[in-house]
């Protein structure tokens, strides 16, 4: 019995130890619609056995595999697609910005795939969690809520004001081309900074209070594939400083949750004008996070993360200090194998990728006065990986 408990122990370990040190790359597959009539159409995807690896039957040519961390899906063989079975998975890594690490998670993937659904639901669950696993931490949390429109960066958090000059939150059906766009720069630490503005939150509600208000201004318009399409990348920032007494230091770990716009080749939107330009940008952007990937997954000395404000904000986030989880969002209809293709290659691309050893980011030392009152609450999130 001990012998089989060890061998399930090493097992464990050892899959941790190969987790550590790369990108993590999970897949989502999003239902399909169900059509009037009642039937759902061609499904191109399946899952084979042991859940983590998709096989996409494209063009009737035989399957692609793909293999990922996890697939979540209703299919076959898949994980469990609730948004807590996604939780179990994610929640160990998002929490470890508790223990002072850098944590980006991001959903990548064509307009339609459940990128938004996916980020609000993840949001809304670690919020919740970091702030109950808190308790008996001196800690500070506060949230910034950015995106970024055609390599511009606008702040969420700000206060759109209404003809009379009054603040008012509201939906805003067109694009605002007069918001300011906020100075992205690189301090003498070499770290990029922007000036946006940051909330101090004191429970999980507040921060969805916010990214809901925020969401409503952000830029987003109808095409083809979605009546609310995304034409930004949205980036909330979730910063945690929290004073581990145990320890004698103050740490401060950076979440990123990252909504990236809709990543379908041009043609499928069938854009002009305006949206032309922007899905231009968002190609752009989405082309240099590919790159930066490419040079991270080939150990290069010169890594791009200046061909884009969306690379240089996530700079940090992809330079080895942290921990990512790439979540693809896919859909499974044979209508969309193309797409789905493009999404899984960019994932398998990301899963290539090699980080350095993920370090806490120390910021100070925890006050003589306070260090002895709350010792046993030392310890924090396991921080997994
Ligand atoms: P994206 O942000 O990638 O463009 P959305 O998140 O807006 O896509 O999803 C498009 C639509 O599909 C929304 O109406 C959303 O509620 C629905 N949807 C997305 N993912 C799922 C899912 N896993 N299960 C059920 N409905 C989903
Ligand atoms: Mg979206």
Redesign the pocket.
Known sequence: KYRLEAQERRKIFNKMLTMQGRLRVMA????L?MKEGGGGGQRCLSIAPGGDTIMLDFDHNGAHKFRFDKVFSHLPNAHS?TEHGIAEQVLPLALSAMDGYNVCIF?Y????????????ALTSIICRKLFSSREGFKSKVSVSYTEIYNNEVRDLLRNPKDDHGRSEWGRVDKIDHNVPSLDVRTNSDGKVEVNSISVRITCAEEVEDLVRRGTEIRSTFSTD??K???RSHALLTITCEVENEWAGLKYCGKLNLV?LA?SERLSRSNTEGDRLKETQFINTSLAALGNVMSALAKDQAYIPYRDSKLTMLLSESLSGNSKVLMMT?IKEGTEEASETLCSLQFGARAKRVKLGEAKKNVVGKVEEATATATATAAGGSNGDG
């Not at 989502?28 to 239902?31: D, F, L, V």
């Not at 993937?109 to 609000?120: E, L, R």
């Open positions: 989502r597959i999003r239902p619609e697609d959903a993937g064509q307009t339609g795939s459940g990128k938004t659904h996916t980020m609000k594939l979605n609310h399409s995304s909504d809709g969002c």
